[in-house]
């Protein structure tokens, strides 16, 4: 499975921006996918995961309540959908596709997107 992260880019605090992670080479129908990211000097941290489905979502509590991820199957994309963007939320994002069962650890995914930058200025 190849992962395309797109729709980063510069905003100010309480904006909002939707990220895209569109797959190729297989369908995702079948996998958990998840969304990471790694600020300036942090380690990769979880944002949120969905399950294959969809019917089960999962977020970071920073971040509830601000970001929503949803995926459209039939177009082999994911979405993230966040909103009341913070200074803090800047971050290289990062979605990631899993074979089975929902988890919160980037250890736990098999394939990685490349990246996609947000940064949220004050």
């Known amino acids: 499975v190849q992962l395309q992260a797109s729709g980063g880019g510069l905003v100010q605090t309480g904006g909002f921006l939707r990220l895209s992670c569109a797959a190729s080479?297989?369908?995702?129908?079948?996998?958990?996918m998840g969304w990471f990211r790694q600020g300036p000097g942090k380690e990769r941290e979880f944002v949120a995961f969905i399950s294959s489905t969809g019917h089960i979502t999962n977020y970071e509590d920073s971040v509830k309540g601000r970001f929503t991820i949803f995926r459209d199957n039939a177009r082999n994309t994911v979405y993230l959908r966040m909103a009341s963007l913070k200074p803090d939320d800047t971050a290289v994002y990062y979605c990631?596709?899993?074979?089975?069962?929902?988890?919160?650890?980037?250890?736990?995914?098999?394939?990685w997107g490349q990246g996609t930058q947000v940064t949220v200025s004050s």
């Open positions: 990631a596709a899993k074979q089975a069962g929902t988890s919160r650890s980037p250890g736990g995914y098999d394939y």
């Open positions: 080479g297989r369908r995702i129908s079948t996998y958990v």
